[in-house]
């Protein structure tokens, strides 16, 4: 069974940093991405990443947020700046292996907040 585990949310002002790290049971090498949700809403990618290294990201945080790997460390990362009040959300990672069988980890919070 594969897992991936999120860790590095927390509360952060307006305009400050975080970096959330995702640790994955499995091989990495393949589609990993971040999503985000709020209460109420549906669950929105943020950022993607293929096997290949070519990232996407949402508009709303193109040029602010940054997701990369480290494959050795089976570890995907979220790297945020410039926080928003309405980054807020739980954050999930999403391992997707080619067929469409994907894997979500449990979640971390983010709060931006003065």
């Known amino acids: 069974q594969v897992q991936l585990v999120e860790s590095g949310g927390g509360l952060v002002e307006p305009g400050g940093s975080l970096r959330l790290s995702c640790a994955a049971s499995?091989?990495?090498?393949?589609?990993m991405g971040w999503y985000r949700q709020t209460p109420g809403s549906q669950r929105e990618s943020v950022a993607t990443?293929?096997?290949?290294?070519?990232?996407t990201y949402a508009d709303s945080v193109k040029g602010r947020f940054t997701i990369s790997r480290d494959a050795a460390k089976k570890t995907v990362y979220l790297q945020m700046n410039n926080l928003k009040p309405e980054d807020t959300a739980v954050y999930y990672c999403?391992?997707?292996?080619?067929?469409?069988?994907?894997?979500w980890g449990q979640g971390t919070q983010v709060t931006v907040s003065s």
């Open positions: 990443n293929t096997r290949t290294d070519i990232a």
């Open positions: 499995t091989s990495i090498y393949t589609t």
């Open positions: 999403r391992l997707l292996r080619p067929g469409g069988l994907d894997y």
